[in-house]
């Protein structure tokens, strides 16, 4: 089977996917030999991306790249 033409095209996004979810099946390792439950991933992943979102005034650009102001866009879905 190796070295057949058209059978390997999937690789590299494999290689890519496992190596974008590495660090996070390592921490859910951690989490499982230390007796936690494996939910509280997802807990500390929504705490590091809160903290790492830009802050914005009311009348600044949205931080999401759209060009209405913060206000218009992006504050009134966490409303």
């Known amino acids: 089977m190796n070295g057949d033409t058209g059978l390997n095209y999937l690789c590299p996004g494999y290689k890519r996917f496992f190596k974008h979810c590495l660090p996070y099946v390592a ?31 009311r009348n600044d650009p949205c931080p999401c790249g759209s060009s209405p102001k913060y206000k218009k866009c992006c504050l009134l879905s966490q409303i």
């Open 27 to 57: 921490r859910l390792a951690a989490l499982r030999r230390a007796g936690q439950p494996p939910d509280r991933l997802m807990t500390m992943v929504q705490a590091e991306d809160v903290e790492a979102r830009p802050k914005a005034g």
